[in-house]
């Protein structure tokens, strides 16, 4: 992991997709979240560039979001007058496609295959998973989230694709504090997951431990197999 210029959890999340099969894809997310926000709202013309933004939206959150505006982007060869009306910032695409090639060139180097997954989502919300398993969140029943390592709460920010949405389970890239504290380029994930990809870190937990007072709580959520077979809880491994 080393070899990348990125932060661990991007590496991990870059090789977990070569194993996956969907490296292609992971690699222009990643390209993509490094070069900050590409979209703009002019004072004047917010209504509008909502409008545009939210054409992009995926159901399956922000960074297959990012991954449609690049594909896009690539499917008008790249243009800047695109750009321009979308409210997209042309500076940044081009940010991006440098850092996809420069990526790229590690992979190469490294005999790393580079593999689209094609419409196959689930492979792309796998590896994002796999890299930021810590950052996995779920939904509050009172109000916002919960984020699943400390109980922290955190909100999906009005601009996401998954603000109207709000799904029961959700990982992030990164935390950033304005009124709220708000998850940064969020992502739908299955609980199950977690428990699949980082194993040492979360656990199916007996749920005749669990005490009345964290059930109620939800504080440290696992698995109860011994009810609905898909009400996933799951409960953070301690060292």
Known sequence: MAEFPLDPPLSKMLLASVDLG???????????IQTGNIFYRPREK???????RAKFFQAEGDHLTL??????????NFSGPWCFENFIQARSLRRAQDVRKQLLSIMDKYKLDVVSA???FTKIRKAIAAGFFFHAARKD????????????????????ALFQRQPDWVIYHELVMTTKE?????????PKWLVELAPRFFKVADP?????????ERIEPLYDRYHEPNSWRLSKRRA
């Open 141 to 160: 029943p009172q109000e916002g989230y919960r984020t699943l390592v400390e109980n922290q709460p955190v909100y999906i920010h009005p601009s996401s």
């Open 67 to 76: 991954l449609a505006v690049y594909e896009a982007w690539k499917a008008k």
């Open 46 to 52: 917010q209504a509008q560039a909502d409008q545009k």
């Open 118 to 120: 094609g419409k196959n």
């Open 208 to 216: 005749t431990k669990m005490s009345k007072r964290k059930r109620q």
């Open 22 to 32: 969907c490296s292609d894809e992971i690699l222009t997310i990643i390209a993509m």
């Open 182 to 190: 708000y998850m940064r380029e969020v992502t739908v994930v299955d």
